[in-house]
């Protein structure tokens, strides 16, 4: 269980993880959200982008259902940092902080 993540931080998290598959070089700031998939800087095809997903699961500890990416419009690292976002937040959908689910009463 991951606990709280802000946006901000699974957004570095996502392009992190596009950097080191993808072996950028660069750092997740200097990732921008608009950058197509397919462009020149990231050369993404299928392979990768199962290779993305796969890692992404292992991040963020959820699965990513194959449905969920086929109606996915996955066209930017900001498309894919959404995917992301929304899978954690379906399968996670409360959040609690890392260190105690509940103070153990029934309630």
Excluded at 57 to 79: C, P, Q, R
């Amino acid at each position: 269980m991951m606990g709280t993540v802000s946006k901000d931080e699974l957004s570095t998290r996502v392009k992190s993880v596009v950097i080191d598959v993808l072996d950028l070089g660069m750092e997740p700031a200097e990732l921008a959200d608009d950058v197509s998939l397919y462009s020149s800087t990231l050369k993404m095809d299928s392979m990768t982008l199962l290779h993305l997903l796969v890692t992404f699961e292992g991040e963020f500890d959820v699965e990513i259902d194959d449905e969920v990416v086929m109606n996915a419009n996955l066209d930017t690292v900001h498309s894919l940092v959404d995917l992301v976002r929304g899978v954690v937040t379906a399968q996670n959908p409360q959040p609690v902080p890392a260190v105690a689910a509940h103070d153990g009463r029934e309630g």
